[in-house]
């Protein structure tokens, strides 16, 4: 299987590429959308607005919906997940591709003594659960329900029914949303590449459902 790793600023490529390297597979990394992948990865860390100017200066969110279109998958990572959505609050001027139905909002402060500030650092746990149609693929994944890394200030609470898997995890008592899994695409808040051999057997296992 051919991979692209989508490298236009911003990213963090290293450790993405390591992690699908230690699963055996050859990523490349590009800078362009000038050539065709069987599997598209989109890591990201940085602001949302930023993220999206990149991708639609560069001709990525062209090649990025034409891609998805095809049928081909795709996994999205930290920022990458907020950039298949429709729209972050912390830049509202800036679209997402709006691949997917789902708005992220900041991270609510401590209302108790105790509790964190955003941003959201370090491990949480999330539980896989399914949510639309599908079925026996829930099992493939509900082993791996467990902590994984995070890094981010803002989160998606809620999306639509139609996704077949979301993942659940909570911030300051507050529900979020870091995981989703619709058909060909996958999308993931935390990052799987920093969360040891856990996150590896996510990626390992998300590419064998995504196939």
Do not use: W
């Amino acid at each position: 299987m051919k991979m692209g790793v989508i490298s236009c600023g911003g990213s963090n490529v290293t450790s993405v590429v390591n992690a699908f390297s230690k699963l055996g597979h050859a990523p490349e990394l590009m800078t362009a959308p000038d050539r065709k992948v069987d599997l598209l990865i989109m890591p990201g860390v940085g602001t949302y607005g930023k993220g999206s100017r990149r991708l639609i200066e560069t001709g990525f969110s062209d090649y990025i919906r034409n891609h998805i279109k095809e049928g081909k998958p795709v996994i999205a990572i930290c920022l990458g997940m907020q950039m298949l959505f429709e729209s972050s609050e912390e830049d509202p001027s800036s679209p997402g591709l709006a691949i997917l139905e789902g708005h992220f909002t900041r991270l609510k402060d401590p209302s108790v003594q105790g509790l964190r500030s955003p941003p959201n650092i370090g491990y949480n746990f999330v539980e896989f659960r399914r949510q639309g149609v599908a079925g026996p693929l829930v099992e493939k994944l509900s082993y791996l329900s467990g902590h994984y890394y995070f890094l981010h200030s803002y989160a998606m609470k809620e999306t639509m029914a139609t996704i077949d898997i979301v993942g659940v995890s909570s911030f300051n008592e507050e529900i979020i949303i870091p995981f989703a899994l619709h058909e060909n695409i996958c999308a993931m808040q935390f990052h799987p590449e920093r969360s040891g051999l856990r996150g590896l057997k996510l990626l390992a296992q998300t590419i064998d459902i995504l196939k």
